[in-house]
C-alpha cells in the first residue's frame, strides 16, 4: 500500500517551515553536519556514514535529518524538540510521521534543496534507500540526477507564464517561480499533485495545479517557457515489468518522447521554449539524427538537440530492471532484464540515446534551425544561461545570410583558449585546436585558414574582411576561401567560442 500523502493545511505548514527557519535546515547546514565523507557516501546511496554522524549528533538539526533524510527511527522527545511549534500532533495531522514502538518515524522524505544560497524545502515519498522495499507503482519520485539535470539546462529567461509538465513534487516549478510570473503544473499522478501543492504550500508559492495527462490539461493555453523531466523511460508494454508512474508514460518504445515534441508547439507563443529531457531509440546502424529528426520535422519549431549518453540494450535493462529497489540476485531482476531485451529485439534497437531537446517557436516566419548534436563529456553547471545564449546566436544565425554574417567583427569568448600540439622539437604545431572553459566545453580542431581567422578574432575586424587578408597571404582566390571558412564561423558563434 502507497503511504499518505501530506495535507497542504495552511496553518500547520506555516508552523513547519517556521521550525524547518529556525533550525536551519538547510543544503549547508546538512552538508556542513555530515561532512564530505557521509555526503558522498549518501550520494553513491549508502547510508550508514550518515547515520553515524547524525547518531553521535545531538541537536534538531541531527533529528531532523535522521527522520526526514535518512527514514531512521526517532526518540519521541528529539522529535518534538525538533519540532517545536509544529509538535507531534501537527506533524502527524500533516501526516509527516508516525509512532512506531517508542520512536517516530517519518512517513515521507522531507529535505532542503536550493540554488545560489536560497533553501527550499521538498517533500516527496521516502526513497528505497530508507523503506528498503521496492518502490510501489505510484511512488513519487524526490530530487534525483534527472531533475537536477533538466533544472541545469532550463534557460531562464522572464516571461509571464512558465509549465511544468509531469511536476511530481515540484522541484521544477520551484526553479520557474524565480522566473516566471504564473507557474502552472501538471501531472497525471494524484498523489503527485498532493506532493505537489504541500511543496508549494511549504515554500509559500503559488502555482496552478492541474491534474491529466501530458498537455491534455493545458488544451489551448500557450506559454513562453514549458519545462518537462517527463516519464521518459523505454519499458517493455508486459506484466512482468512494473510500470512505475515516475518514469514510465504508460506508451511503447520512445513515442511518448516523439509525442512531446510534436505536440509541443501548439503551446508555445512565439519565441516560446521548450526544454526537457528525453531518451530515443537507434533502430539498427542508422544514426540517432536521423529518428529524433523525423519527429521535429513539419513542427516548425527550432529544434537543438544535445545526445549526453548512449547505452546498448542490455546496460539499459540493468539500469532500469535495478530502480524501483530490485537487486540483481532476484528472479525478477532476471525475468525483467529479459523482458527489456525482447522489448529492444522486436523492433531492431541497437542503442538508446540520452539527451536535453531545447524548441522555440520562432517569432515571424522564417525557417526554422534544427541542430542535433553530441557532447558527451562534463558541460557548464548551470548550463541554463548557455542554453539561453546558444538559442539567441542560433536565432541570430538563422535570421541573418553569410554576407551579414561576414560582416561582423567577432571576438574569441574569455573561456576559450587555443591548444597547439606538435612532436617535440618540430616549428610548426601538428594540431591547433580551440577549447571552451564552459558551455558544452566544445574542442574544435582548426585548419590553416581556421586558426588564422581566430587569431585576429579581438572584435576589431569583420571575419569578411580577415578572410580576404587570409586568402591574399596564402595566395588563394578570397571567395573560396570565405565559403570555405563559414561552416567554422557558424559552428563557433552557434556554441558561443565566438560572440
Ligand atoms: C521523472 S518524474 C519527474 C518529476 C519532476 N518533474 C522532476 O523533475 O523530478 C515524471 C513525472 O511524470 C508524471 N507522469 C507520468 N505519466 C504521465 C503522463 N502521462 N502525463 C503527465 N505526467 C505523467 C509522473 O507522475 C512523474 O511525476
Same mark, same amino acid.
Request: hydrophobic share 45%; proline share 6%.
Given at each position: 500500500?502507497?503511504?499518505?500523502?501530506?495535507?497542504?493545511?495552511?496553518?500547520?505548514?506555516?508552523?513547519? #517551515?517556521?521550525?524547518?527557519?529556525?533550525?536551519?535546515?538547510?543544503?549547508?547546514?546538512? =552538508?556542513?553536519?555530515?561532512?564530505?565523507? !557521509?555526503?558522498?557516501?549518501?550520494?553513491?546511496?549508502?547510508?550508514?556514514?550518515?547515520?553515524?554522524?547524525?547518531?553521535?549528533?545531538? =541537536? %534538531?538539526?541531527?533529528?531532523?535529518?535522521?527522520?526526514?533524510?535518512?527514514? *531512521?527511527?526517532?526518540?519521541?522527545?528529539?522529535?518534538?524538540?525538533?519540532?517545536?511549534?509544529?509538535?507531534?500532533?501537527?506533524?502527524?495531522?500533516?501526516?509527516?510521521?508516525?509512532?512506531?514502538?517508542?520512536?517516530? &518515524?517519518?512517513?515521507?522524505?522531507?529535505?532542503?534543496?536550493?540554488?545560489?544560497?536560497?533553501?527550499?524545502?521538498?517533500?516527496?515519498?521516502?526513497?528505497?534507500?530508507?523503506?528498503?522495499?521496492?518502490?510501489?507503482?505510484?511512488?513519487?519520485?524526490?530530487?534525483?540526477?534527472?531533475?537536477?539535470?533538466?533544472?541545469?539546462?532550463?534557460?531562464? +529567461? $522572464?516571461?509571464?507564464?512558465?509549465?511544468?509538465?509531469?511536476?511530481?513534487?515540484?522541484?521544477?516549478?520551484?526553479?520557474?517561480?524565480?522566473?516566471?510570473?504564473?507557474?502552472?503544473?501538471?501531472?497525471?499522478?494524484?498523489?503527485?499533485?498532493?506532493?505537489? #501543492?504541500?511543496?508549494?504550500?511549504?515554500?509559500?508559492?503559488?502555482?496552478? @495545479?492541474?491534474?491529466?495527462?501530458?498537455?491534455?490539461?493545458?488544451?489551448?493555453?500557450?506559454? /513562453?517557457?514549458? $519545462?518537462?523531466?517527463?516519464?521518459?523511460?523505454?519499458?517493455?508494454?508486459?506484466?512482468? &515489468?512494473?510500470?512505475?508512474?515516475?518514469?514510465?508514460? /504508460?506508451?511503447?518504445?520512445?513515442?511518448? &518522447?516523439?509525442?512531446?515534441?510534436?505536440?509541443?508547439?501548439?503551446?508555445?507563443?512565439?519565441?516560446?521554449?521548450?526544454?526537457?529531457?528525453?531518451?530515443?531509440?537507434?533502430?539498427?546502424?542508422?544514426?540517432?539524427?536521423?529518428?529524433?529528426?523525423?519527429?521535429?520535422?513539419?513542427?516548425?519549431? *527550432?529544434?537543438?538537440?544535445?545526445?549526453?549518453?548512449?547505452?546498448? +540494450?542490455?546496460?539499459?535493462?540493468?539500469?532500469?530492471?535495478?530502480?524501483?529497489?530490485?537487486?540483481?540476485?532476484?528472479?525478477?531482476?532476471?525475468?525483467?532484464?529479459?523482458?527489456?531485451?525482447?522489448?529492444?529485439?522486436?523492433?531492431?534497437?541497437?542503442?538508446?540515446?540520452?539527451?536535453?531537446?531545447?524548441?522555440?517557436?520562432?517569432?515571424?516566419?522564417?525557417?526554422?534551425?534544427?541542430?542535433?548534436?553530441? !557532447?558527451? =563529456? %562534463? $558541460?557548464?553547471?548551470?548550463?541554463?544561461?548557455?542554453?539561453?545564449?546558444?538559442?539567441?546566436?542560433?536565432?541570430?544565425?538563422?535570421?541573418?545570410?553569410?554576407?551579414?554574417?561576414? !560582416?561582423?567583427?567577432?571576438?574569441?569568448?574569455?573561456?576559450?583558449?587555443?591548444?597547439?600540439?606538435?612532436?617535440?622539437?618540430? *616549428?610548426?604545431?601538428?594540431?591547433?585546436?580551440?577549447?571552451?572553459?564552459?558551455?558544452?566545453?566544445?574542442?574544435?580542431?582548426?585548419?590553416? @585558414?581556421?586558426?588564422?581567422?581566430?587569431?585576429?578574432?579581438?572584435?576589431?575586424? %569583420?571575419?569578411?574582411?580577415?578572410?580576404?587578408?587570409?586568402?591574399?597571404?596564402?595566395?588563394?582566390?578570397?571567395?573560396?576561401?570565405?565559403?570555405?571558412?563559414?561552416?567554422?564561423?557558424?559552428?563557433? @558563434?552557434?556554441?558561443?567560442?565566438?560572440?
Amino acid at each position: 500500500m502507497s503511504a499518505p500523502t501530506p495535507a497542504a493545511d495552511p496553518v500547520l505548514v506555516a508552523r513547519l #517551515r517556521a521550525d524547518l527557519e529556525s533550525v536551519a535546515y538547510t543544503v549547508e547546514a546538512v =552538508g556542513e553536519l555530515l561532512g564530505p565523507l !557521509a555526503s558522498a557516501a549518501l550520494d553513491r546511496e549508502q547510508m550508514i556514514p550518515a547515520q553515524r554522524v547524525t547518531a553521535a549528533a545531538a =541537536g %534538531p538539526l541531527a533529528t531532523l535529518v535522521r527522520l526526514f533524510g535518512l527514514g *531512521d527511527a526517532v526518540d519521541i522527545d528529539e522529535a518534538a524538540a525538533a519540532l517545536p511549534s509544529l509538535g507531534l500532533d501537527g506533524a502527524a495531522a500533516l501526516r509527516l510521521v508516525r509512532q512506531q514502538g517508542p520512536g517516530v &518515524v517519518a512517513t515521507c522524505d522531507l529535505r532542503p534543496y536550493g540554488e545560489e544560497g536560497r533553501t527550499w524545502w521538498v517533500a516527496s515519498d521516502l526513497p528505497e534507500l530508507a523503506t528498503r522495499a521496492p518502490l510501489s507503482e505510484d511512488h513519487v519520485l524526490g530530487i534525483g540526477g534527472a531533475s537536477t539535470t533538466l533544472a541545469s539546462w532550463t534557460p531562464r +529567461p $522572464v516571461v509571464e507564464r512558465a509549465l511544468d509538465v509531469g511536476t511530481g513534487c515540484g522541484v521544477q516549478a520551484l526553479h520557474l517561480g524565480s522566473h516566471a510570473r504564473h507557474v502552472t503544473v501538471t501531472d497525471i499522478s494524484t498523489r503527485a499533485l498532493e506532493f505537489a #501543492r504541500f511543496n508549494a504550500a511549504l515554500n509559500g508559492v503559488e502555482w496552478e @495545479v492541474v491534474e491529466g495527462s501530458m498537455l491534455d490539461p493545458v488544451a489551448g493555453q500557450r506559454f /513562453g517557457l514549458i $519545462v518537462s523531466n517527463p516519464p521518459f523511460v523505454i519499458t517493455p508494454r508486459t506484466p512482468d &515489468v512494473p510500470l512505475f508512474e515516475y518514469r514510465d508514460g /504508460g506508451q511503447a518504445g520512445d513515442t511518448l &518522447v516523439a509525442d512531446l515534441v510534436r505536440s509541443i508547439g501548439d503551446h508555445l507563443e512565439a519565441g516560446g521554449v521548450a526544454q526537457f529531457l528525453g531518451n530515443w531509440e537507434v533502430v539498427g546502424d542508422t544514426d540517432w539524427r536521423e529518428r529524433v529528426r523525423g519527429w521535429v520535422a513539419g513542427t516548425g519549431l *527550432d529544434a537543438w538537440i544535445v545526445q549526453r549518453d548512449v547505452q546498448d +540494450p542490455a546496460e539499459y535493462a540493468e539500469t532500469w530492471s535495478r530502480d524501483g529497489g530490485h537487486h540483481s540476485a532476484t528472479t525478477e531482476f532476471a525475468t525483467m532484464y529479459a523482458a527489456w531485451l525482447d522489448d529492444f529485439a522486436s523492433r531492431g534497437v541497437s542503442a538508446i540515446g540520452f539527451g536535453v531537446i531545447t524548441l522555440q517557436r520562432p517569432v515571424g516566419d522564417r525557417e526554422p534551425f534544427v541542430d542535433l548534436t553530441e !557532447a558527451t =563529456g %562534463p $558541460v557548464a553547471a548551470p548550463m541554463g544561461s548557455h542554453v539561453l545564449s546558444g538559442l539567441r546566436a542560433r536565432t541570430w544565425l538563422a535570421e541573418h545570410d553569410d554576407d551579414e554574417l561576414l !560582416a561582423v567583427a567577432w571576438r574569441c569568448a574569455d573561456d576559450v583558449v587555443e591548444e597547439r600540439h606538435g612532436r617535440p622539437g618540430d *616549428d610548426e604545431p601538428a594540431v591547433i585546436q580551440l577549447r571552451q572553459g564552459g558551455g558544452l566545453g566544445r574542442v574544435v580542431r582548426l585548419d590553416t @585558414v581556421g586558426a588564422a581567422l581566430v587569431s585576429v578574432c579581438d572584435g576589431s575586424l %569583420p571575419a569578411g574582411v580577415a578572410l580576404s587578408a587570409i586568402a591574399e597571404l596564402l595566395g588563394e582566390e578570397a571567395d573560396a576561401v570565405r565559403s570555405s571558412a563559414l561552416p567554422l564561423l557558424r559552428g563557433l @558563434v552557434a556554441d558561443g567560442l565566438l560572440v
